[in-house]
């Protein structure tokens, strides 16, 4: 059984930066995906960045491009996401996720595994 614990989320002000991290456990961290995801309030969950196994393939989904960055530890387990330039618009739970294979999904049903989110708030 695979587990993800989220931590670093918070309270900031537009403009501010913060660093998500996921810390994994249960398989081999360093053979699969990992993902971010976030969910406001009315709305559907939504795909953020993914990283592949090695971490030498990203993606972004355009609203986050240039500000977010996606990394990973193979030797912690742990997958970041740093947030730079906050909106208002980025106030939602975040979700870290794991693939379902090596590569990096854009889907949640790329996904299996889900850890219990960890809230951002940017005041505006």
């Known amino acids: 059984q695979v587990q993800l614990v989220e931590s670093g989320g918070g309270l900031v002000q537009a403009g501010d930066s913060l660093r998500l991290s996921c810390a994994a456990s249960?398989?081999?961290?360093?053979?699969?995906?990992m993902g971010w995801f976030r969910q406001a309030p009315g709305k559907e969950r939504e795909f953020i960045a993914t990283?592949?196994?090695?971490?030498?393939?990203?993606r972004y989904a355009d609203s986050v491009k240039g500000r977010f960055t996606i990394s990973r530890d193979n030797a912690k387990n742990t997958v970041y996401l740093e947030m730079n330039s906050l909106k208002f618009e980025d106030t939602a739970v975040y979700y870290c996720?794991?693939?379902?294979?090596?590569?990096?999904?854009?889907?949640?049903?790329?996904?299996?595994?889900w850890g219990q989110g960890t809230q951002v708030t940017v005041s505006s």
């Open positions: 996720a794991a693939a379902r294979g090596p590569g990096s999904g854009l889907s949640t049903v790329d996904y299996g595994y």
């Open positions: 249960g398989r081999t961290f360093s053979a699969y995906g």
């Open positions: 990283i592949n196994y090695s971490g030498r393939i990203t």
